[in-house]
C-alpha cells in the first residue's frame, strides 16, 4: 500500500511510487511539457482512488461542473466516498467579461437530447432562445433549413449573465447553472485563485496567492484555453502542445420584437465571398443578438466588410446596436499529444475539443469519459491511457475530416456555381417531402449535431453526388439559378425560397 | 420573466403519442403536465401525470413493441423529442448513460409493484369481508 496519501490505494504487489523529482513545483509560465514530465518513474499501475479521496477541477466551466456532477454521481453508484473542491473564482451571475466564457452559446440538438436523457433540462430562464431552423445566407440568396422534427432542440445561451452594462438581468448563466448542479451534488466551491501546481511525494498540491498549498489526490485542469492559468497547459514544443486561433464575438442589442420578426428562431449562417472569412453566425438571445466571426487574421476591415454585405444588411434587426461587449476568444483547434499524467487529467477546451462546432458537447463527453475512467480505472496516466484518451482521440480524429470538409467548403464557397448549385439543391429539397441529402449535410455541419465522419460519408452518397452534380450544371447554364428570385420576403428565409 | 422553453408545444388535450402506434423517440417533458392514460374496454385509465423532468416513450427506445399508452398533454405543456438513434448512438458509446433511464424505469417497476400489492391487498380484503365473490 503506498505511504503518500490516505486516498491513495495502489495494486497488489506494488511497491508505491518513486518518483524522479520530489518537489517540482510548476507555475503559470510552465510549460505542458514540464507539467506532464512531473511524473513518477514507475510503480503507478493500478493507481486508483479509496475512501476519502480528495479531487480538486480547477476551472468551474462546462468541462469542470460535467466532470464534478457525473464523478460525484458515480463514485456514491458505487459506494466510494470522495471529496471533489471546484476552484473557480469568477461569479457566472455577473455580466461581461466577469463572468462570461466567451463563447457564441449554442447547445447543439444533440447535446441537448442527450442531457435531458440525463435527466439535466435546461430551464427556461437558462436558454435564451430555442433555435428549430438555421437559414444559410450566401451571395445568391438565402434558404432555411428546417429542424427534421419541426422542433425547438438547439439552445442560445449566454455562458455568463449576458452582455457588459446590461443591467440587473432576468436570467440565468449556463456555466452557472452547470456550476450549480454541480455543486448540489456535493461539489465544494472554493472562490480561492490558483496561482500554480507542484508534485510533493508524488502528490499534486495546489498552490494559492498568500496562503498554504492543497494537497490532492488528482487535479483535474479545465482552464480552457483563455484564462491564465491555461499557461499551464500551453508548451513551446510545436506538436506538443494545444494549438488555437482567434474568434470574434459582439453582441449587438435590439427591440426583441424587431429581433424575433427579422431572425426569428433561427440561427443565421454566413458562406460568404468575403477574403479571409471562414464563416459567420448571428444568433438570436432575447433582446440581443450574438455575432460570431471565424476567419483569419481577423481585424476590424473584415468585420466591416461582413457587417456591409448584402446578406449581413438583409437580416441585421434594424437599429440594433453593437454594445461595448465584444471580444476575440481562442478557440483550441488541436490538443496536446497526451492531455494526461498520473493523477492530473487535461478535460474540455484546455485538452481535447471539437473542431469549431459543439465544444460544449466534446466537454461533457469528455468529461465524463474522464469521470469514468477516475471511478472504475483509476488515476494513473496508463489507466487514462487505456480509457479517457480513446474519448479524446475519437474526438481529434473527427476533427481531422472536419478541418478537410472545412477546408473544401473555403476553397469552393469563393465559386458562384458552386454556391447556386448548394442553395438550389437545398432549396428544392425544402420545398418537397422525401430525402433531404443537402439540407442534413448543412444542418449536421453549421449545427454541430453529427461527426464530421458522418457528415462525409452522407457527402459520398452516390445520391448526393449525382444531386450535386445535377444542380451545378443548371447553375452553369446561362441564368440557370433555377430559381425566381422573390423578392420583398423577409430575412428569415423563408422554406424553400431564395431570398434575393 | 421571459420563457424561452426547448421542445414542442402542445395544447390541452392533443395526444403526443398514441397507444398502439410504433414509436421510435422518447420524450421528456420541459413545462406544464402530460397524462398518460392506458385505453381499455371500460374507457380510459390514468396511470400517470408527469411534469418537468420527467420522460416518458422510454420502452421504444429498447424494444420494438408498440406503444403501451397514450399520453396527452394537461394543459398546455411543452415537450422535447429524444431521437432513439442518437440515444442508442450514445449510449454504445458511454454505457453508463442508460444507467439514468434505468433508474427511472426501475422506479416506475417499484410503483408498479407497491400499486399491485394495493390492488391484491384490497382484493383479499374485499373477499373476505363477501367470500360470495370467490366463488362467482
Same mark, same amino acid.
Given at each position: 500500500m503506498g505511504t503518500a496519501s490516505p486516498g491513495a490505494r495502489y495494486g497488489d504487489g506494488d511497491r508505491g511510487p518513486r518518483f524522479r523529482v520530489s518537489e517540482m513545483r510548476i507555475t503559470r509560465r510552465s510549460t505542458v511539457e514540464e507539467l506532464l514530465t512531473a511524473l513518477p518513474e514507475e510503480g503507478t499501475t493500478g493507481l486508483s482512488l479509496e475512501d476519502g479521496a480528495r479531487i480538486a477541477v480547477i476551472g468551474g466551466g462546462p468541462a469542470g461542473s460535467f466532470f464534478s456532477y457525473f464523478l460525484l454521481g458515480m463514485a456514491e453508484a458505487v459506494d466510494l466516498p470522495v471529496t471533489v473542491d471546484i476552484y473557480e473564482?469568477?461569479?457566472?451571475?455577473?455580466?461581461?467579461?466577469?463572468g462570461c466564457n466567451h463563447c457564441g452559446g449554442i447547445i447543439s440538438e444533440s447535446l441537448v437530447q442527450i442531457l435531458a436523457a440525463e435527466g439535466i433540462n435546461l430551464p427556461p430562464s437558462v436558454v435564451q432562445r430555442g433555435i428549430e431552423s438555421y437559414v444559410v445566407h450566401m451571395d445568391e440568396g438565402s434558404v432555411r433549413i428546417e429542424s427534421p422534427v419541426h422542433e425547438q432542440r438547439i439552445a442560445s445561451v449566454f455562458r455568463g449573465n449576458g452582455p457588459r452594462g446590461g443591467g440587473d438581468m432576468p436570467w440565468d448563466s449556463f456555466d452557472g447553472y452547470l456550476l450549480e448542479m454541480a455543486a448540489d451534488r456535493g461539489a465544494r466551491l472554493e472562490r480561492k485563485l490558483v496561482s500554480g501546481l507542484e508534485w510533493v511525494d508524488g502528490l499534486p498540491r495546489l498552490r494559492h496567492p498568500g496562503e498554504g498549498g492543497s494537497t490532492y489526490d488528482l487535479v483535474a485542469l479545465a482552464v480552457g484555453v483563455n484564462s491564465n492559468l491555461s499557461h499551464l497547459v500551453r508548451g513551446s514544443e510545436p506538436g506538443s502542445a494545444t494549438r488555437t486561433t482567434r474568434t470574434y464575438i459582439c453582441e449587438f442589442q435590439a427591440d426583441q420584437r424587431i429581433i424575433r420578426e427579422t431572425l426569428g428562431s433561427s440561427m443565421h449562417v454566413f458562406l460568404s465571398d468575403i477574403p479571409r472569412l471562414e464563416f459567420a453566425a448571428l444568433i438570436p438571445k432575447g433582446e440581443y443578438v450574438t455575432l460570431v466571426v471565424l476567419g483569419d487574421d481577423i481585424d476590424q476591415a473584415l468585420i466591416s466588410a461582413f457587417l456591409a454585405s448584402p446578406g449581413v444588411r438583409r437580416c441585421m434587426p434594424e437599429h440594433a446596436l453593437p454594445t461595448v461587449c465584444n471580444c476575440a476568444p481562442l478557440i483550441n483547434i488541436r490538443g496536446p499529444r497526451k492531455p494526461y499524467a498520473d493523477r492530473l487529467m487535461l478535460i474540455g477546451d484546455c485538452g481535447v475539443t471539437r473542431l469549431y462546432k459543439d465544444g460544449i458537447g466534446a466537454a461533457y463527453r469528455t468529461a465524463k469519459a474522464a469521470a469514468e475512467t477516475v471511478v472504475f480505472? @483509476?488515476?494513473s496516466a496508463e489507466a487514462f491511457e487505456r480509457n479517457y484518451w480513446p474519448a479524446c482521440k475519437a474526438i481529434e480524429r473527427d476533427n481531422t475530416i472536419g478541418k478537410f470538409l472545412f477546408g473544401f467548403t473555403r476553397t469552393f464557397k469563393v465559386l458562384g456555381v458552386w454556391r447556386r448549385g448548394v442553395l438550389r439543391m437545398t432549396t428544392r429539397e425544402q420545398r418537397k417531402e422525401g430525402s433531404r441529402r443537402m439540407s442534413a449535410v448543412l444542418w449536421n455541419l453549421f449545427t454541430g449535431s453529427a461527426s464530421y465522419r458522418e457528415i462525409l460519408m452522407n457527402t459520398l452518397h452516390p445520391a448526393f453526388v449525382a444531386g450535386m452534380l445535377w444542380n451545378l450544371a443548371l447553375g452553369i447554364r446561362p441564368g440557370g439559378n433555377g430559381h425566381r428570385k422573390t423578392g420583398g420576403?423577409?430575412?428569415?428565409?423563408?422554406? @424553400?425560397q431564395v431570398v434575393g | 420573466m421571459r420563457r424561452a422553453t426547448l421542445g414542442k408545444s402542445w395544447a390541452d388535450g392533443e395526444a403526443i403519442v398514441r397507444q398502439g402506434e410504433v414509436g421510435n423517440s422518447m420524450y421528456v417533458v420541459q413545462a406544464g403536465e402530460v397524462e398518460v392514460l392506458r385505453e381499455t374496454e371500460d374507457g380510459e385509465v390514468r396511470l400517470a401525470v408527469l411534469g418537468a423532468g420527467d420522460f416518458f416513450g422510454e420502452m421504444s427506445i429498447f424494444e420494438r413493441?408498440?406503444?403501451s399508452a397514450t399520453v396527452r398533454a394537461r394543459g398546455e405543456a411543452q415537450v422535447l423529442t429524444v431521437d432513439k438513434r442518437t440515444l442508442l448512438k450514445r449510449i454504445k458509446k458511454d454505457p453508463f448513460l442508460a444507467v439514468s433511464i434505468l433508474q427511472t424505469m426501475s422506479n416506475r417497476i417499484r410503483e408498479i409493484n407497491a400499486e399491485l400489492v394495493r390492488a391484491r391487498a384490497a382484493a383479499a380484503s374485499a373477499t373476505t369481508e363477501n367470500p360470495e365473490l370467490e366463488t362467482r
Open positions: 473564482p469568477r461569479h457566472f451571475s455577473h455580466s461581461g467579461p466577469a480505472h @483509476g488515476v420576403v423577409n430575412a428569415q428565409g423563408h422554406t @424553400g | 413493441e408498440v406503444r
